[in-house]
């Protein structure tokens, strides 16, 4: 009888407001019903995702935090010697330098970054250091390393045999072409939203494959590749880091789920701006791709890209499971 009396009092409710404003009384309808929430569930980017989820998610189903989550998360393909990409085993620099970049961001705004790190295996971790250790937001290079040292990382070679043997290869060229969705993209994304309904993020690379000696790319970059806002959802990136960096991609995405938008919508709008922009540069676009994922705070999601040959990782309720998003270019 009560709920019956509720029900009533609501459509008496919007009933007055459509005499006014239809589409007000839309959305007043919509506040008033309850919404189910897609939680815990987690993102991340490429093949690898798939078992970097699988660690998170034994973070997120046991109600523990999604930034925990994140960090665990990506730390797994960050030691994975087999993944090129990404941390320990990455491909260097054209100095044969593997430099590592990485940034993470929790429900808070608190932020965590680290840029040209040499020798540390896990620079997620350090940059989670700088978040919670430092009054900054950002160290690079050999100040990041020191700090890394101060706080009990390990210095080691990240060079390895099959890295280094590529590098010389390289070398007898030495043509910087990086291979589409291979050399050129070098990032593992990871978003996540926890039991608790909090959102957080991480992101870490070896960036691209043969960069010049202190190139940064988009992914320490708060706003470029990560963004974090609790009261909208999040998103991150992966592919050419100057395209990203140049629209401020994964902040165009939050603010435009902000206004309205779905992820999936969001991320359709923020490559299609990156693709105009590189048309008017006279960019071939067969050279570039970028990848954005992105996820709300009633746990929808959505991915898009420039061109076929991205993929992401979803775990939630339903599973682990591997999906191709649209893309740009046909």
Request: charged fraction near 25%.
């Given at each position: 009888?009560?709920?019956?009396?509720?029900?009533?009092?609501?459509?008496?409710?919007?009933?007055?407001?459509?005499?006014?404003a239809?589409?007000?009384a839309?959305?007043?309808?919509e506040?008033?019903?309850p919404l189910?929430?897609?939680?815990?569930?987690?993102?991340?980017?490429?093949?690898?995702?798939?078992?970097?989820?699988k660690?998170?998610?034994?973070?997120?189903?046991?109600?523990?935090?999604?930034?925990?989550?994140?960090?665990q998360?990506?730390?797994?393909?960050?030691?994975?010697?087999?993944?090129?990409?990404?941390?320990?085993?990455?491909?260097p620099?054209?100095?044969?330098?593997v430099t590592?970049?990485?940034?993470?961001?929790?429900?808070?705004?608190?932020?965590?970054?680290?840029?040209?790190?040499?020798?540390?295996?896990?620079?997620?971790?350090?940059?989670?250091a700088?978040?919670e250790?430092?009054?900054?937001?950002m160290l690079?290079?050999h100040?990041?390393?020191?700090?890394?040292?101060?706080?009990?990382?390990?210095?080691?070679?990240?060079l390895?045999?099959?890295?280094?043997?590529?590098?010389?290869?390289?070398?007898k060229?030495?043509?910087?072409?990086?291979?589409?969705?291979?050399?050129?993209?070098?990032?593992?994304?990871?978003?996540?939203?926890?039991?608790?309904g909090?959102?957080?993020?991480?992101?870490?690379?070896?960036?691209?494959?043969?960069?010049?000696?202190?190139?940064?790319?988009?992914?320490?970059?708060?706003g470029?590749?990560?963004?974090?806002?609790?009261?909208v959802?999040?998103?991150?990136?992966?592919?050419?880091?100057?395209?990203?960096?140049?629209?401020?991609?994964?902040?165009?995405?939050?603010?435009?789920?902000?206004?309205g938008?779905?992820?999936q919508?969001?991320?359709?709008?923020?490559?299609?701006?990156?693709?105009?922009?590189a048309?008017?540069?006279?960019?071939?676009?067969k050279?570039?791709q970028?990848g954005?994922?992105?996820?709300?705070?009633?746990?929808?999601?959505g991915a898009?890209?420039?061109?076929?040959?991205?993929s992401?990782?979803v775990?939630d309720?339903?599973?682990?499971?591997?999906?191709?998003?649209?893309?740009?270019?046909?």
């Amino acid at each position: 009888m009560n709920s019956r009396r509720t029900f009533l009092k609501k459509i008496g409710v919007v009933t007055a407001a459509s005499a006014l404003a239809p589409l007000k009384a839309a959305e007043l309808l919509e506040s008033m019903t309850p919404l189910s929430v897609n939680k815990p569930i987690v993102l991340s980017t490429w093949d690898f995702g798939l078992q970097a989820n699988k660690e998170a998610w034994k973070i997120l189903s046991q109600n523990g935090k999604a930034l925990d989550a994140v960090e665990q998360g990506v730390i797994l393909v960050e030691n994975d010697p087999a993944e090129r990409s990404v941390g320990y085993g990455g491909r260097p620099d054209r100095d044969g330098k593997v430099t590592l970049d990485a940034c993470i961001m929790d429900h808070q705004y608190n932020i965590g970054s680290v840029a040209a790190l040499e020798h540390i295996k896990n620079p997620i971790s350090v940059a989670r250091a700088v978040m919670e250790r430092t009054p900054h937001v950002m160290l690079v290079g050999h100040g990041a390393l020191e700090f890394a040292l101060t706080q009990g990382f390990k210095k080691e070679n990240l060079l390895t045999p099959e890295s280094e043997k590529e590098w010389k290869e390289w070398l007898k060229d030495s043509k910087y072409k990086p291979i589409v969705n291979i050399e050129n993209h070098d990032t593992i994304g990871m978003i996540a939203l926890d039991a608790h309904g909090n959102l957080s993020g991480a992101c870490t690379t070896s960036g691209m494959a043969y960069k010049m000696h202190g190139r940064v790319g988009d992914s320490p970059i708060i706003g470029a590749g990560l963004f974090v806002d609790n009261e909208v959802g999040a998103a991150t990136a992966t592919g050419h880091g100057e395209e990203v960096i140049r629209t401020v991609g994964t902040h165009l995405v939050v603010e435009l789920m902000r206004q309205g938008h779905t992820p999936q919508n969001a991320c359709s709008e923020a490559v299609e701006r990156i693709v105009n922009i590189a048309k008017s540069r006279g960019k071939s676009l067969k050279e570039i791709q970028v990848g954005f994922i992105a996820l709300n705070k009633k746990g929808e999601y959505g991915a898009y890209c420039i061109q076929d040959g991205f993929s992401f990782a979803v775990h939630d309720q339903k599973g682990n499971r591997l999906e191709k998003p649209e893309f740009s270019l046909k």
